[in-house]
């Protein structure tokens, strides 16, 4: 941890380009983050909307389509009520049951939901049926005689566990003019409620209520919801004004997890083009700003490249009018000023130099005057200068003696001088080469 | 004490409840006026309406046997109502005196002792006379037009048996309709197409009429001569079938018309009809068979309950059966019923007619 910390630490404070890259990538990573939470907000509202909108498409299609199934059966019913050969059976007692048995048979085998249809008589009595099941007996329900009176066409929802659809119309006798019976279809009303659910969008719940006390008739539950957990939508179902005392209403209903299940794509969506984003912020930020910096190392360079080749005639190139190309060109004056000292320095340094050497012409032309061996020996004891009555005293070129020990020349008085030295404190050594 | 009548009043164009009912209190009044029944007992009329529906006949039968002063029932017009009203008279041992239906199976129904009697005629006898003026005409090949009910049914199981007689013409298609058809053109255009030429029709008003119409819409050469069975003549066809019938040979069974009738009974049916319901001329009995069927079997009724001497209804039935020769309208019954016939006409009483400009029915053998 500590290792990468501090390679963290080093990569962090090597560049300003790296820095600046971190702050963009945070700068980024601020925004994306307040923006991922208002696009999540808001893609919540808008899912949330757009689920409600498709329920309520769906409960229109599924209304629209149930209307039609409701409507296609009372005109079913209605045009077989009023069809000659079910007013001719009614009439004909002995042998209806041979024609009109199997043409209502007939109707029920292309009927999607069994259907059951049934001629009564004006008791409600059962004549014929088109179901293998026991005749159903009306003559106690309580719509025949109004029906009977009225003709009007009743429609009643009818059951509990298995709720139906119970269209009842009078046949009425040619010429007569009255109902003289009933011609009675009772559709169950699930597998009705099936056939209309099956084009939804949505995958939502969907009941059907009736308005006697908002009985609930039928329901197709894709999953159980848990109250208040759902969106839902309800509408009435519209149909023709006969049929509209069933105050049939639908309920779609579907889970906001549902409802949400795009929120997460949509999350991962965002999040991803956020990480994106900011790598490629701090990408832009880094070689930005590298490519900035540019200059700055050119000018480390050279100040490299002088101090180790000593060389001032070195020229800064253009970098710009930016801070740092002025920083350039300061460098280049700065340079320009040093490269003047400089020739002042060695221009000086050349005319000490030329006093030296005729200084010491004349020294050494003394010493060739002089008679008496000179020695000049140095602080460190060694021979500087040797002249030429020193070579004939001693026998040795000045060559040979500049450079060597006193001590090897004047051993005697060498050790006198120390000892005086030492007498007098002095720190005084002659040389032993 | 009453005997009632169940026919089909609330049929909008039907005339044939109507006609019963006059030919019924005619009688009634008659034998009131005789001194009553019973040592002066009064006999009265008790109407139902079953629109000709069967289910409805049964109930007022029900109705009306609960009555202990109904001694027996009229029935009407509809073969139907009056079939599903056999078992029903027969459970409940009540005389079911029929007066114009005309199902063979109404009398035939094989249950003894039968309580029902008619006064009327058979579909065998019907189709009988239709066949013999087919030949009459020269047609060899004929086609049925039948309603899809129990007197169809009735009329082509006779039609099958005559047809099968030497001589007779060929049946060259049958065809079906329901009550309540609004058109017929398609069976008689495949009665046609199939060479008949001369159609048999089983018929009430409304169909006969629908019939006509449209027959007559078509050129002249392609227009049948029809034979029909007498149920157009139980309601207003010649009116609903006007001008048409004036352009189609129209031919139609009949047991009884009061057109030239001259004898004793005809003229006293005939004032009272002038008396009662201001009917002052022959020519415009409405159904005359119904007038006349009724009117006679409600004599024989009140013979029977005399010669019983109780309204016990099994007695009367009894009763009935040994009846004594009586000269009524239609004819002389020299007896009318037997244990082994209920049948009070027969075939002989049979005879075609034609609608006349007025709409009066004639024999089609009337002098001219």
């Given at each position: 941890?500590?290792?990468?910390?501090?390679?963290?630490?080093?990569?962090?404070?090597?560049?300003i380009?790296n820095?600046l890259?971190?702050?963009?990538a945070t700068g980024i990573?601020c925004v994306v983050?307040?923006l991922?939470?208002?696009?999540?907000?808001?893609?919540?509202?808008l899912l949330?909307?757009?689920?409600h909108?498709?329920l309520?498409?769906d409960?229109?299609?599924?209304?629209?389509r149930?209307s039609?199934?409701l409507?296609?059966?009372?005109?079913e019913v209605?045009g077989?009520?009023a069809n000659?050969?079910v007013g001719?059976?009614?009439?004909?007692s002995?042998g209806?049951s041979?024609?009109l048995?199997?043409?209502l048979?007939d109707l029920?085998?292309r009927?999607?939901?069994a259907a059951?249809?049934?001629?009564?008589?004006?008791l409600g009595?059962?004549?014929v049926?088109?179901?293998?099941?026991?005749a159903?007996?009306?003559?106690r329900a309580?719509?025949l005689?109004?029906l009977m009176?009225s003709?009007k066409?009743?429609?009643?929802?009818s059951?509990t566990e298995?709720?139906?659809l119970l269209l009842a119309?009078?046949?009425?006798?040619?010429n007569s003019?009255?109902?003289?019976?009933?011609?009675?279809?009772?559709v169950?009303?699930?597998?009705?409620f099936?056939?209309a659910m099956?084009p939804?969008r949505?995958?939502?719940s969907a009941r059907?209520?009736g308005?006697e006390g908002?009985?609930?008739?039928a329901?197709?539950r894709?999953?159980?919801?848990a109250?208040?957990?759902g969106?839902t939508?309800?509408?009435d179902?519209?149909?023709a004004?006969?049929m509209?005392?069933?105050?049939?209403?639908l309920?779609l209903?579907v889970?906001?997890?549902?409802?949400?299940r795009?929120?997460?794509?949509?999350?991962?969506?965002?999040?991803?083009?956020?990480i994106?984003t900011l790598l490629?912020?701090?990408?832009?930020?880094?070689?930005?700003?590298?490519?900035?910096?540019?200059p700055l190392?050119?000018?480390?360079?050279?100040?490299e490249?002088?101090?180790?080749?000593?060389?001032?005639?070195?020229a800064?190139?253009?970098c710009?009018?930016?801070?740092i190309g002025?920083?350039?060109?300061?460098f280049?004056h700065?340079?320009?000023?040093?490269?003047?000292?400089?020739h002042?320095l060695?221009?000086?340094?050349?005319l000490r130099t030329?006093?030296?050497?005729?200084?010491?012409?004349?020294?050494?032309?003394v010493?060739?005057?002089m008679?008496?061996?000179?020695l000049?020996?140095?602080?460190n004891g060694c021979?500087?200068?040797?002249s030429g009555?020193a070579?004939r005293?001693?026998?040795?070129t000045?060559?040979?003696?500049?450079?060597?020990g006193?001590?090897?020349?004047?051993p005697?008085w060498?050790?006198?001088?120390?000892?005086s030295?030492?007498?007098v404190g002095?720190?005084?050594?002659?040389?032993?080469? | 004490?009453?005997v009632g009548?169940?026919?089909?009043?609330?049929?909008?164009?039907s005339?044939?409840?109507?006609?019963?009912e006059?030919?019924?209190?005619?009688?009634i009044d008659?034998?009131?006026?005789a001194?009553?029944m019973?040592g002066g007992?009064?006999?009265a009329?008790?109407?139902r309406?079953?629109?000709g529906v069967?289910?409805r006949a049964?109930q007022?039968?029900?109705?009306?046997a609960a009555n202990?002063?109904?001694v027996a029932v009229?029935?009407?017009?509809?073969?139907?109502a009056?079939?599903e009203c056999v078992?029903v008279?027969?459970?409940?041992?009540?005389?079911l005196?029929?007066t114009?239906s005309?199902a063979?199976g109404?009398v035939?129904?094989?249950?003894?002792?039968?309580?029902?009697?008619?006064?009327?005629?058979?579909?065998?006898?019907?189709?009988?006379?239709?066949i013999r003026?087919a030949?009459?005409?020269?047609?060899?090949r004929i086609?049925?037009?039948l309603?899809?009910?129990?007197w169809?049914r009735?009329?082509?199981a006779?039609?099958?048996?005559?047809l099968r007689?030497p001589?007779?013409?060929k049946?060259?298609?049958?065809g079906?309709?329901?009550?309540?058809d609004?058109t017929?053109?398609a069976?008689?255009q495949?009665?046609r197409?199939?060479?008949?030429?001369a159609l048999l029709l089983?018929?009430?008003e409304?169909e006969g009429s629908i019939?006509v119409?449209?027959?007559?819409?078509?050129?002249?050469?392609?227009?049948?001569?029809?034979?029909s069975h007498?149920g157009?003549?139980g309601?207003?066809?010649?009116a609903?079938?006007?001008?048409a019938?004036?352009?189609v040979?129209f031919?139609?069974v009949?047991?009884?018309?009061f057109?030239?009738?001259?004898?004793?009974?005809?003229?006293?049916?005939?004032?009272a009809l002038?008396e009662r319901y201001g009917?002052?001329?022959?020519?415009?009995v409405e159904?005359?068979?119904?007038?006349?069927?009724?009117?006679?079997?409600?004599?024989?009724?009140?013979?029977?309950?005399?010669?019983?001497g109780?309204?016990d209804r099994?007695?009367?039935?009894e009763?009935?059966?040994r009846l004594p020769?009586?000269q009524?309208l239609?004819r002389?019954?020299r007896?009318?019923?037997?244990?082994a016939?209920h049948e009070a006409?027969?075939?002989?009483n049979?005879f075609?007619?034609?609608y006349e400009a007025?709409?009066?029915?004639?024999?089609?053998?009337a002098?001219?």
């Amino acid at each position: 941890m500590n290792s990468s910390e501090g390679t963290l630490s080093r990569w962090f404070s090597r560049s300003i380009a790296n820095r600046l890259a971190v702050a963009t990538a945070t700068g980024i990573a601020c925004v994306v983050l307040l923006l991922a939470a208002l696009a999540y907000g808001q893609g919540r509202t808008l899912l949330l909307h757009h689920a409600h909108d498709e329920l309520r498409g769906d409960a229109a299609l599924l209304a629209q389509r149930l209307s039609l199934l409701l409507e296609a059966s009372e005109t079913e019913v209605a045009g077989l009520a009023a069809n000659s050969l079910v007013g001719n059976a009614l009439l004909d007692s002995s042998g209806r049951s041979a024609y009109l048995g199997p043409f209502l048979r007939d109707l029920r085998s292309r009927s999607k939901f069994a259907a059951t249809l049934t001629l009564t008589d004006h008791l409600g009595k059962a004549l014929v049926l088109n179901a293998p099941a026991a005749a159903p007996d009306f003559r106690r329900a309580p719509w025949l005689e109004s029906l009977m009176s009225s003709g009007k066409p009743v429609v009643r929802l009818s059951g509990t566990e298995q709720p139906v659809l119970l269209l009842a119309y009078a046949v009425v006798v040619p010429n007569s003019m009255l109902p003289d019976g009933t011609l009675v279809l009772e559709v169950p009303l699930a597998p009705m409620f099936a056939e209309a659910m099956m084009p939804l969008r949505s995958n939502a719940s969907a009941r059907l209520f009736g308005s006697e006390g908002g009985t609930e008739l039928a329901s197709l539950r894709h999953d159980e919801i848990a109250p208040g957990s759902g969106l839902t939508v309800s509408r009435d179902v519209g149909v023709a004004e006969s049929m509209a005392p069933l105050g049939l209403r639908l309920e779609l209903t579907v889970a906001r997890a549902e409802a949400l299940r795009g929120l997460g794509t949509m999350t991962l969506t965002i999040g991803a083009v956020g990480i994106l984003t900011l790598l490629l912020g701090a990408w832009i930020a880094h070689a930005g700003m590298h490519r900035s910096l540019r200059p700055l190392r050119t000018l480390a360079q050279l100040s490299e490249r002088i101090r180790i080749e000593q060389r001032f005639d070195v020229a800064v190139p253009d970098c710009g009018r930016d801070e740092i190309g002025e920083l350039a060109r300061s460098f280049d004056h700065l340079m320009a000023s040093v490269r003047e000292a400089q020739h002042d320095l060695e221009t000086k340094v050349d005319l000490r130099t030329a006093a030296l050497e005729h200084i010491r012409a004349r020294l050494d032309a003394v010493q060739r005057q002089m008679n008496d061996a000179l020695l000049v020996i140095a602080a460190n004891g060694c021979i500087d200068s040797f002249s030429g009555a020193a070579e004939r005293l001693f026998g040795c070129t000045s060559a040979e003696a500049v450079g060597r020990g006193v001590g090897r020349l004047l051993p005697t008085w060498v050790s006198l001088v120390a000892r005086s030295a030492v007498a007098v404190g002095a720190d005084f050594r002659f040389g032993a080469r | 004490m009453l005997v009632g009548l169940d026919a089909e009043f609330g049929h909008a164009t039907s005339t044939s409840a109507q006609a019963i009912e006059q030919g019924a209190r005619i009688a009634i009044d008659e034998v009131n006026r005789a001194g009553g029944m019973l040592g002066g007992r009064q006999l009265a009329l008790e109407t139902r309406d079953n629109r000709g529906v069967p289910t409805r006949a049964v109930q007022n039968l029900r109705d009306l046997a609960a009555n202990p002063d109904v001694v027996a029932v009229l029935t009407g017009k509809f073969s139907p109502a009056v079939l599903e009203c056999v078992p029903v008279a027969q459970q409940l041992r009540l005389p079911l005196l029929a007066t114009w239906s005309a199902a063979d199976g109404i009398v035939d129904h094989r249950q003894a002792p039968s309580y029902v009697f008619r006064l009327s005629l058979r579909d065998d006898w019907a189709i009988e006379a239709m066949i013999r003026r087919a030949r009459a005409i020269r047609a060899r090949r004929i086609a049925l037009l039948l309603p899809n009910t129990a007197w169809g049914r009735s009329s082509l199981a006779a039609a099958e048996r005559h047809l099968r007689m030497p001589g007779s013409p060929k049946l060259a298609a049958t065809g079906w309709y329901n009550w309540g058809d609004k058109t017929l053109l398609a069976q008689y255009q495949q009665a046609r197409v199939a060479g008949a030429q001369a159609l048999l029709l089983v018929a009430n008003e409304v169909e006969g009429s629908i019939l006509v119409n449209e027959m007559a819409r078509l050129p002249a050469t392609e227009r049948l001569p029809v034979i029909s069975h007498w149920g157009v003549t139980g309601g207003r066809f010649f009116a609903m079938a006007s001008p048409a019938i004036r352009d189609v040979d129209f031919a139609v069974v009949q047991t009884y018309s009061f057109v030239e009738a001259d004898d004793a009974v005809a003229q006293r049916v005939l004032a009272a009809l002038r008396e009662r319901y201001g009917i002052d001329d022959p020519r415009r009995v409405e159904s005359p068979v119904g007038v006349a069927h009724a009117y006679d079997m409600v004599h024989l009724l009140a013979m029977a309950v005399n010669q019983a001497g109780s309204t016990d209804r099994p007695r009367v039935r009894e009763a009935l059966e040994r009846l004594p020769g009586h000269q009524g309208l239609v004819r002389l019954y020299r007896p009318p019923f037997s244990a082994a016939r209920h049948e009070a006409l027969d075939a002989a009483n049979v005879f075609l007619a034609r609608y006349e400009a007025d709409g009066a029915l004639v024999r089609l053998d009337a002098r001219r």
